[in-house]
C-alpha cells in the first residue's frame, strides 16, 4: 500500500522543510519494521519549490494471519484462503494508518526539534493514495474529508476496465489538496483511512478511545460525522463507542464553556496527591459574566414569584445549583439534549448523596428544544441561557412553539449574547462570533425584534434588561428578554394553539 504528501515552497521557504517536520531527510531511503511488514520512506522529488515524500507499505499476509485474529476468531472454515489471499497489502486501511503513527510519530504529535518553527505552519499539501477502500463511495470520502478543509478527488476504481458493465469497485483513487499544518494532515489520515476501511487487522480495547480522541482533537468533537467516525474506527463497540461521544461533548461543553475539560470532569476537588476529597466542594472557575448572567435569570425569576422552574439547555447544571441553594425554588427541572451534559450536571449537584427532601426538588431530563414534550407543560417558569443562539435559524419557529405554545409556563427568561458588545472583546477577530457553535449573534435592535415577535404569536408581554456593564455605545455584554404570560391558555390566536408543520420545524 503507498501513500505520497506533496508540498511546494520557494527559496524562501524551500518544500524540503517537509523533512524537518516528518524527521527523514530527503536524499536517504529509509525502512522500518513493523508488527505486520515493512515501512519504506523515501522521496521521488525533493527540490526548493516541489518536495513529495512517499511511504509504502509492504505487508506479510502471512504474519497478518498469524499475529492477528488467527484461526477460530470469528472465521468458518471456508474462509482460511481468504485469510491469506486479499487486499491488505494493496489497499489502505489501518495497516497503513499504524504505520503512520509509527512512522511519523513525532510528525503527528506536532513536534519538530531541529526546526521547532514549522509546526504551526499551514503547508500547501497534496495527498495521494492510489487504492482507498470506501465503504460508502466516493460521497462518503467527501463527506469525511471536505469539513476538515480538503478539496477532495474521490475517483471510483472499475472492477474490471474491460468490462465496464462490471461497474466499480469499493476502493478510490484519492487526491486532497488543502493548505493545513502537516501533524492535522497526519491525524486526518490516521482516524479516517480505517473508518473508510470500515474495518481494522486488530483486535480493538479500551485504548482505542484514547487514541482516537488524542489524534481526533481539535477537529472530531466539531465534525458533522462525529458518530459515523467514532462508531467505525472503534469497530462498532457499543459501550466503547458510547464512552468516546460523551468524552466528545464534554470536550465540546468545555470549549463551551471556556473550561478544561478536567473541570467539567470533576464534581470534586482533587488533593495533593490528586485524589479526589468528598468533603470538599467543587468550586466554579472565575468567571464575571457568567456570575452576573446566573444573577441576572434568578433576580427576574425571584421577581416573577416563580417557584417550579425549567432549565431548558442545562448544560453543566450552573444555574440548576444556584437555584437548589434557595429555598423559594421548590421544583427545578434541567433539560439537555446532551446525556454527557446531564451527567456532569448530577456530578455537579452530587444527586447521589442529596438528601430525599433535597432530591424531591430537581429533576435531569434529556430533551431537546426544538421538539415539544408534554413533561414541560405545567411550570411557572422556563429558562433558555445563552441557548438560542446555538439554535439554526430555520429551527427557531420550532423552537418558539416547544417553548412558548407547548410549554407555555407563565414567565420565560431568555439570555443572549449581545453582537454589538464583540468589539470590545479584544482577542475576538472582527466579525466573529464568540463560539464557533454560535449560528447567530443578534444586535439588541434583532432581538428585540425576535422577541416582541414571539411575545405578539404567543400572547406574551416583553421586556428587556442588561446583564452586565452597559456599555453607553455598544450595550451590555449579554442581553436578557424577560417574558410574561398575559392571555390565557386556550384563547391563544391560531399561531399559538397550533404547531409548526413538519416543513416548519424541521426546514
Known sequence: MFLTMTTTGSAERPATDLGYLLHKHPDRAQEFSTSHGTAHVFYPEAGPERCTAALLLEVDPVGLVRRGRGKGRGGAPDSALAQYVNDRPYAASSLLAVALGTVFS????????????????????RIEVPALPARGGAELVRRLFEPLGWTVAAEPVPLDARFPDWGDSRYVRLTLDGETRLA?????????LPVLDDAKHYWVAPDEVDKLLRAGEGWLEHHPEQKLITTRYLTRRRRL???ALERLELARLAEADGSEVEELDNAVDADADGDTDVDTDTEERPAPLAVLRREAILAALREAGAARVLDLGCGQGQLVQAMLEDARFTEV??????????????RRLRTERMSERQAARVTLLQGSLTYTDPRLSGYDAAVLGEVIEHVDPPRLPAAEYAVFGAARPRTVVVTTPNAEYNVRWETLPAGSVRHHDHRFEWTREEFRAWARGVAERYGYAVEFRPVGDDDPEVGPPTQLALFTLVQAPGRAAEPVTREPTTKEAVA
Open 106 to 125: 513525532s510528525a503527528l504529535k506536532g513536534r519538530c526539534g531541529a526546526r521547532p518553527d514549522l509546526v504551526d505552519r499551514a503547508l500547501p499539501l
Open 184 to 192: 492535522d494532515a497526519l491525524r486526518h489520515l490516521y482516524v479516517l
Open 241 to 243: 463507542t458510547r464512552d
Open 333 to 346: 427541572v434541567g433539560v439537555d439534549v446532551s446525556m454527557r451534559a446531564l451527567h456532569t450536571a448530577g
